[in-house]
Nanobody
Framework: QVQLVESGGRLVQAGGSLRLSCACS????????MAWFRQAPGKEREFVAV????????YYADSVKGRFTISRDNAKNTVYLQMHSLKPEDTAVYYC????????????????WGQGTQVTVSS
């Protein structure tokens, strides 16, 4: 059973930076496309970024393009989300997801999810 554990979320001022990590265990990490989603109170889970199995391809939501970078280290079974120029509207619980299928911006295709890490951006 694959388990995902996110970390790195905290309170940060607008304009600041954070790096989130998602550690994977219980499966062959390099077999999974990995993505970050986020969910603010009262809103649906929103796609943020996705990376393919090898790490050679990435795709971002327009709202974070140019500010966030997704990466992965298959030797460490970890996917990262580097966030710069944070805005109050980035405040949310950030989740990582793993899919054995085609990497996607749709949450429904992800087979496994972590418990989330809270990111709060103050103005």
């Amino acid at each position: 059973q694959v388990q995902l554990v996110e970390s790195g979320g905290r309170l940060v001022q607008a304009g600041g930076s954070l790096r989130l990590s998602c550690a994977c265990s219980g499966g062959t990490f390099s077999n999974y496309g990995m993505a970050w989603f986020r969910q603010a109170p009262g809103k649906e889970r929103e796609f943020v970024a996705v990376i393919n199995r090898s790490g050679g391809s990435t795709y971002y939501a327009d709202s974070v393009k140019g500010r966030f970078t997704i990466s992965r280290d298959n030797a460490k079974n970890t996917v990262y989300l580097q966030m710069h120029s944070l805005k109050p509207e980035d405040t949310a619980v950030y989740y990582c997801g793993a899919t054995r299928g085609t990497w996607s911006s749709r949450p429904g295709v992800y087979d496994y999810w972590g418990q989330g890490t809270q990111v709060t951006v103050s103005s």
